[in-house]
């Protein structure tokens, strides 16, 4: 089981995600717990960014919202970068 590691820039990304997406915070705390039992679960979608995001990864939260959490795996540590759709991460 991995921990999952909150920093200081992601909880202030996420309290503002909370207020824009009120309607998915039950699936979006589902989908932390889940990460943090495991980050390989089929349902999280789990993928390794690109271009200048290439140390980075990612899992949907939702698929008609298309959010994401944009991590770092760092042995058994995930460290939350940030949370949001699509346009406002990349």
């Not at 920093?7 to 990304?13: F, G, L, Q, V």
């Not at 698929?63 to 699509?86: A, C, P, T, W």
């Amino acid at each position: 089981m991995a921990k999952i590691i909150y920093t200081e820039s992601y909880i202030k990304r996420a309290k503002k995600f909370s207020k824009r997406h009120p309607d998915i915070l039950l699936q979006y705390e589902k989908t932390l717990k889940l990460l943090e039992l495991n980050p390989f679960h089929p349902s999280l979608r789990l993928h390794k960014l690109e271009g200048k995001l290439s140390d980075l990864y990612s899992v949907s939260i939702s698929i008609s919202y298309r959010i994401f959490i944009v991590f770092i795996i760092d042995e058994d540590k995930i460290i939350l970068i940030d949370v949001g759709n699509h346009s406002e991460i990349y």
